[in-house]
């Protein structure tokens, strides 16, 4: 069962479509898991959040639009946005291609004690597994 989602080890993962990279000094990368990625053809639109602003947990981040779908995505962490990948702004479609790879923002956190709320790649396998 755990071959079929492609969720790396050294990611952590919120109860949605989020995966948080833990980089140095209280900063986090954020960006989709592919098992969300995979569901839509291509992403043709993306707004991005903006940078320096400051963003809460369950706050929406990032909004996609794809031929037949668009949704928003809520913040597994709060902070203050650091940085922001602008390159996905002209090409959204790399989500598709790399969603590990294409992060959206990265996050100086405001609390660390909110990575314990995410799951592990075995935990999420389990939830996706389970629907």
């Not at 098992?35 to 963003?55: H, N, Q, S, T, Y």
């Not at 956190?109 to 996706?128: D, F, P, Q, S, V």
């Amino acid at each position: 069962m755990s071959g079929e989602f492609n969720l790396p080890e050294d990611l952590l993962y919120d109860d949605e479509y989020s995966w948080v990279k833990v980089e140095k000094d209280g900063v986090v990368s954020v960006g989709l898991i592919e098992p969300a990625v995979k569901k839509v053809d291509e992403f043709v639109f993306v707004k991005l959040p903006e940078k320096g602003k400051r963003i809460k947990k369950g706050d929406v981040y990032v909004s996609l639009e794809a031929i037949k779908w668009s949704g928003h995505i809520s913040s597994p962490v709060s902070g203050e946005i650091v940085d922001v990948n602008e390159e996905l702004f002209d090409e959204p479609s790399r989500i598709n291609h790399d969603p590990y790879g294409s992060w959206i923002m990265k996050v100086k956190l405001e609390n660390e004690g909110e990575l314990k709320a995410l799951h592990t790649a075995e935990e999420k396998r389990r939830m996706l597994a389970e629907g």
